[in-house]
């Protein structure tokens, strides 16, 4: 799931253990090892910053078919398209 895509949860397929190199808030680089829920939510937030979300993570037919019933419910106004504002 994700916050970006309220009440939409689909299946991805995701490392369960990372390492990432990071920035303290006074610049110092420092080594991050995550796994489970954090390496995955670690992964999910990459991606934001790579500018993906994570409905690339499934096939084209998948995703279409999301794309298809999010634009009905946005039709329906049962969704709230996010404006980034």
Not at 69 to 78: N, S
Request: proline share 1%; charged share 30%.
């Amino acid at each position: 799931g994700c916050l970006s895509f309220p009440e939409l949860t689909l299946t991805v397929t995701r490392a369960q253990e990372v390492t990432v190199e990071a920035q303290d808030l006074d610049g110092r680089l420092f080594e991050l090892e995550a796994e489970d829920l954090m390496a995955r939510a670690i992964q999910h937030e990459c991606e934001h910053l790579e500018g993906q979300v994570f409905l690339r993570n499934v096939s084209s037919l998948k995703r279409e078919l999301v794309k298809r019933d999010i634009r009905k419910r946005i039709d329906a106004g049962d969704w709230t398209a996010a404006t980034g504002s």
